[in-house]
């Protein structure tokens, strides 16, 4: 069988976060998404995460757009594939 995504070499795990843990939750039981589905948010939002750098500065309620625009357009540079830059 294949990994359920390519693994975080050499980056460190962020911390725990209750938002991340409560959107996955979220996916897993309101939307009833499979088991590989929440695995690949999962690593999205840790790759999202450590590529931003702290999880507490800035909360998730502080990011705007163009915080996740400056993040697509990072992924686009290292020629992701639309799969994961739609994600």
């Known amino acids: 069988t294949r ?5 975080l070499a ?4 962020p911390p ?21 589905t929440v695995e690949n948010y999962r690593h999205a939002l840790r790759v999202f995460q450590t590529w931003r750098g702290s999880p507490a500065e800035p909360g998730w309620e502080q990011l705007t757009p163009d915080d996740f625009r400056q993040y697509l357009f990072h992924l686009m540079k290292q020629e992701k594939g639309r799969a994961t830059i739609r994600l």
């Open 3 to 7: 990994p359920l995504a390519e693994p």
């Open 10 to 13: 050499g980056l460190p795990t």
């Open 16 to 36: 725990e976060d209750a938002h991340v843990r409560d959107f996955l939750a979220y996916l897993e039981i309101e939307r009833r998404s499979s088991l590989r």
